[in-house]
T-cell receptor, first 114, second 115 residues
Framework: DQQVKQNSPSLSVQEGRISILNCDYT??????FLWYKKYPAEGPTFLIS?????DKNEDGRFTVFLNKSAKHLSLHIVPSQPGDSAVYFC?????????????FGKGTLLTVNP | DADVTQTPRNRITKTGKRIMLECSQT?????MYWYRQDPGLGLRLIYY???????NKGEISDGYSVSRQAQAKFSLSLESAIPNQTALYFC??????????????FGPGTRLLVL
């Protein structure tokens, strides 16, 4: 049973436009959410996170939105740049349980076209 | 210099062989993890360690063992490699400061092919 779902395997956008990557989760105990970016032949790189006490967190061009009632989060990249082309993983953890454990989605491949 | 390093970066081995993947970190973190990634799947946790004397199984530990030689070093062994252990392996670390919401930081990965 997949507890973190990224239903879009891939997304293609034009440079300068907004990229929106989506993630859904089923475990209501998750209270900390992270986005990682992964380039080929490299490890995942931490991008941005959000605690369940917030509904938005912003860092430069990257903003993560959390809708707890819908068990949905999204990552917005504005404006998108060709260097943003990578696989993006959504991850979640339950800090009230075992805060070591990150549950990952399968990833979304973002391609930003010049 | 990278904070989390993994050796080797690529490895080809044969079924039945024992191999070891190594991870070192200079972040001073207490917690270390081993994950594997298969095509089209997310990362799955194999083992984790909260300190040198603490080793715990993750969700897919069968066929693997680990050793935490020091705070900075965490090794993953495949006792008798099999083809379905062909995957990308990642080591990760986190601070372990007692913060209840921690971020994990990943190494560059080891690509393993078992023939």
């Amino acid at each position: 049973d997949q507890q973190v779902k990224q239903n879009s395997p891939s997304l293609s956008v034009q440079e300068g436009r907004i990229s929106i990557l989506n993630c859904d989760y089923t475990n209501s105990m998750f209270d900390y959410f992270l986005w990682y970016k992964k380039y080929p032949a490299e490890g995942p790189t931490f991008l941005i996170s959000i605690s369940s006490i917030k509904d938005k967190n912003e860092d430069g061009r990257f903003t993560v939105f959390l809708n707890k009632s819908a068990k949905h989060l999204s990552l917005h990249i504005v404006p998108s740049q060709p260097g943003d082309s990578a696989v993006y993983f959504c991850a979640a953890s339950n800090s009230g349980g075992s805060n070591y454990k990150l549950t990952f989605g399968k990833g979304t491949l973002l391609t930003v076209n010049p | 210099d990278a904070d989390v390093t993994q050796t080797p970066r690529n490895r080809i081995t044969k079924t039945g062989k024992r191999i070891m993947l190594e991870c070192s970190q200079t972040k001073g973190h207490d917690r270390m993890y081993w994950y594997r990634q298969d095509p089209g799947l997310g990362l799955r946790l194999i083992y984790y360690s909260f300190d040198v004397k603490d080793i715990n199984k993750g969700e897919i530990s069968d066929g693997y063992s680990v050793s935490r030689q020091a705070q900075a070093k965490f090794s993953l062994s495949l006792e008798s490699a099999i083809p379905n252990q062909t995957a990308l392996y990642f080591c990760a670390t986190s601070e372990g400061s007692g913060m209840y919401q921690e971020t994990q930081y990943f190494g560059p990965g080891t690509r393993l092919l078992v023939l």
